[in-house]
C-alpha cells in the first residue's frame, strides 16, 4: 500500500511565525501535490512538484513556498503564518502511470 | 471560476437506501474523473474512478455514472450503510496535465441514519 506520511496531525503557531510542514511517501512517486481544505470551499492546490527541484504554483500560492530535495519529501513552508492560513493541509503523491493520487492523513494548522 | 461543481453541500439518506451524488463539470478537457471519500480529522480516500470514454464503472456498492453530454457525473450507492457517513468529493483531470493534478469540487457531506 502507498504511504503517505505528514509530520503533524496538528499544529498551533503564532502569527507571523515561519511554519514547514513536511511530507514523506515510499512508493517513489513522481509527482507530490499540497492542498489545503476549507469548508464551503473543498480542495484547493498550493503547490505541486513533478520532479525534485521542480515547482509549481497551483490555485492559492500566496503566502507559501515549497521544497522538494528529495524525491519522497515535499515541504511546504508558510513565510510568516497568518490566522487566514488556519486551515487542514493535505499532501497528497501519485506516478506518471495513474490519475488515482494518494492523500496523507492532513494536519490542523491553527495560527493565533 | 468553478470548474467542477457539487451543487448539494449535504445529503441525508436513511440506512438500506440508495444514496445519489451529482457532479457537474465545466471543462470539456477533462478525460477522467473520481470520487474521493473523506472522513473528519483524515485525508481522503480514493474510492472509484471513471474514464471519459466509459459511461458507467461499476464496485461493489459504488457505481459511477458520466454522462460526456451533459457534462454530468453521479455517485450512487447502494445499500446505503452508517459508515458511508463522510464527505464526498468529485474530482476532475484533464489528458496532458500533471498525472494527479485533480480539480476538486467542494465536496457533499452524506449522512446515512440508522
Known amino acids: 500500500d502507498v504511504k503517505v506520511t505528514q509530520s503533524s496531525r496538528y499544529l498551533v503557531k503564532r502569527t507571523g511565525e515561519k511554519v514547514f510542514l513536511e511530507c514523506v511517501q515510499d512508493?517513489?512517486?513522481?509527482?507530490m501535490f499540497w492542498y489545503r481544505q476549507d469548508p464551503g470551499l473543498g480542495l484547493r492546490l498550493i503547490y505541486f512538484?513533478?520532479?525534485?527541484?521542480?515547482?509549481e504554483k497551483g490555485d492559492i500560492p500566496e503566502g507559501y513556498s515549497v521544497s522538494r530535495e528529495k524525491k519522497e519529501r515535499f515541504s511546504l513552508i508558510l513565510e510568516s503564518a497568518s490566522t487566514n492560513q488556519t486551515s487542514m493541509y493535505l499532501c497528497?503523491?501519485?506516478?506518471?502511470?495513474?490519475?488515482?493520487?494518494?492523500f496523507g492523513q492532513g494536519t490542523r494548522l491553527t495560527v493565533v | 471560476d468553478q470548474q467542477v461543481k457539487q451543487n448539494s453541500p449535504s445529503l441525508s439518506v436513511q440506512e438500506g437506501r440508495i444514496s445519489i451524488l451529482n457532479c457537474d463539470y465545466t471543462?470539456?478537457?477533462?478525460?477522467?474523473f473520481l470520487w474521493y471519500k473523506k472522513y473528519p480529522a483524515e485525508g481522503p480516500t480514493f474510492l472509484i474512478s471513471?474514464?471519459?470514454?466509459?459511461d458507467k464503472n461499476e464496485d461493489g456498492r459504488f457505481t459511477v455514472f458520466l454522462n460526456k453530454s451533459a457534462k454530468h457525473l453521479s455517485l450512487h450507492i447502494v445499500p446505503s450503510q452508517p459508515g458511508d457517513s463522510a464527505v464526498y468529493f468529485c474530482?476532475?483531470?484533464?489528458?496532458?496535465?500533471?498525472?494527479?493534478?485533480?480539480?476538486f469540487g467542494k465536496g457533499t457531506k452524506l449522512s446515512v441514519k440508522p
Open positions: 512538484s513533478y520532479d525534485v527541484k521542480m515547482k
Open positions: 471543462n470539456s478537457m477533462f478525460d477522467y
Open positions: 474530482a476532475a483531470s484533464a489528458y496532458g496535465g500533471s498525472q494527479g493534478n485533480l480539480i
Open positions: 471513471i474514464s471519459s470514454i466509459k
Open positions: 512508493m517513489d512517486h513522481e509527482n
Open positions: 497528497a503523491s501519485t506516478d506518471n502511470t495513474r490519475y488515482e493520487a494518494f
